[in-house]
């Protein structure tokens, strides 16, 4: 029986890879296997009367709130030109005065804005229309400049507050939970989205660092950039470029600050950047009220989808546990040769292949609660497998040819930049990511530092 799972897994790949919509693939192809397993007399009816409770629980869940609330405040600081404003600043100031000035400042402003918006789409594409065309005027390839776009757009899924880490958070806490019963434990600890947000800091700074080394060092050696193009320095105002940078830079401490302190849980911190991204965008007068109705349709489209996705997700989680599916995964990760190593290797390669053709929230609901409580049990660090989870969605967002931050920029860049440069431009990008998840799995510290010593 525990082999229906494992079809159950396949069918509904085969169903999502033809087009079908992921909530309702995820929870119609669930339904349907259990109920040939009723008839057939191999699946429990009795799990199915857990839905509803399943349902309340992610309807009265309090971390998810979050979520509406920092899509809010990204989808703002997009539509209300502030991004726009700290990107041109930023350009302006460095552009002509470093190695590699506008690259740097590309860099940067990407962390900036992986920090407020969280969301890899609206990155990449705001990043594209803004920067790619300045670094091919500057004299950067089209393979450089747009694999530091696609790069630095997927900033998003590491630097907090990043949504990826809120759901991971909530469905590792949840798996967390489960692999302590299932080996007969009860004790209240667990982890927390805000042990997430800590834990990510120092790998997220430590990317962005070798980032910024890497570009640096192309346009020391290539002389790439600026360096090939005699330019005239514009003096720009440093008022501007502080009246730009520092309110997003400060909503963003803000919103970090009451995280780390422990003063606001990333729910309520989440309502603070909302509103001060509002406040923001009022004071700064960029944002109308036709462009107001269209954060709001946006944030609602994007929240929607998230709850339905984990919905559907939870129906197919309860199906495959109903099949014996977690003791087929439990019992063939004790059979790897390496223990819990050799386990976590394994679903390292199952997530970076499936984030070629699946988005990182259908990843985070599907495969997580399938694999997370078994490598728990096993004794992995919580925080540290969240962190190398979601620094590996966020490669497998770059790695051609189904990656999701390719077709972002593909929609728009020019038509003389080929696909295949955007493919060649994001391998080294690809590589330096590998060598911080490599990093991570040799210094365990990097991930659980921080939240040891803060909490």
């Not at 199915?48 to 979050?66: E, V």
């Not at 434990?185 to 890497?214: K, R």
């Not at 600026?226 to 105002?237: D, S, T």
Request: hydrophobic share 55%.
């Amino acid at each position: 029986m525990e082999y229906i799972a494992l079809l159950l897994f396949v069918c509904v790949c085969g169903v999502l890879l033809l087009g079908y919509p992921v909530a309702l693939s995820l929870a119609g192809t669930s339904l349907v296997f259990a109920g040939i397993g009723i008839l057939a007399g191999s699946f429990d009816a009795s799990y199915l009367s857990a839905m509803p409770s399943r349902m309340y629980g992610i309807l009265t869940n309090t971390t998810l709130i979050a979520v509406p609330l920092f899509v809010f405040m990204g989808v703002l600081l997009e539509k209300s030109k502030i991004a726009e404003q700290l990107l041109l600043s930023m350009a302006h100031l460095l552009s002509g005065r470093i190695p590699a000035g506008m690259a740097v400042s590309v860099v940067l402003v990407g962390m900036l804005l992986a920090a407020s918006t969280g969301i890899v789409g609206a990155t990449v594409v705001t990043m594209g229309l803004l920067s790619l065309p300045s670094m091919m005027k500057k004299g950067y390839s089209p393979e450089l400049s747009s694999g530091l776009i696609c790069a630095t757009g997927t900033l998003g899924q590491i630097i907090p507050p990043s949504i990826a880490l809120v759901l991971l958070g909530d469905v590792l806490s949840n798996a967390y939970q489960q692999a302590q019963l299932d080996m007969g434990i009860f004790s209240p600890e667990s982890v927390s989205v805000g042990d997430l947000f800590v834990g990510a800091l120092i790998p997220g700074v430590l990317l962005v660092a070798m980032y910024l080394i890497y570009v640096v060092a192309n346009a020391v050696f290539t002389q790439q950039g600026e360096q090939r193009v005699e330019e005239q320095k514009q003096q720009v105002a440093i008022g501007t470029v502080l009246s730009a940078l520092i309110p997003p830079l400060l909503l963003i401490v803000i919103v970090l600050g009451a995280i780390i302190s422990g003063s606001a849980t990333p729910t309520e911190a989440s309502g603070v950047g909302a509103f001060g991204a509002l406040m923001l965008a009022i004071v700064k007068r960029t944002l109308t009220w036709a462009q107001f109705k269209l954060v709001l349709a946006e944030t609602t489209k994007i929240t929607s989808m998230v709850f339905l996705i984990l919905i559907g997700a939870s129906i197919f989680s309860l199906v495959f546990r109903g099949f014996g599916g977690e003791e087929l995964i439990h019992s063939f990760f004790e059979s790897l040769p390496g223990g819990a190593v050799g386990a976590m290797l394994i679903v390292m390669l199952v997530v970076f292949l499936l984030g070629f053709i699946l988005d990182f929230i259908e990843i985070t609901f599907v495969v997580v609660p399938i694999v997370a409580p078994v490598l728990l049990m096993m004794g992995l660090d919580p925080i540290w497998l969240g962190i190398m989870l979601a620094v590996n969605l966020q490669t497998s967002f770059l790695t051609p040819p189904f990656g999701f931050a390719l077709f972002y920029l593909r929609g728009v860049a020019a038509k003389t930049i080929q696909t295949a440069q955007i493919y060649r431009g994001v391998v080294p990008f690809i590589i330096i990511q590998l060598i911080l998840l490599v990093i991570l799995f040799v210094w365990p510290e990097l991930a659980t530092y921080l939240p040891d010593k803060i909490y």
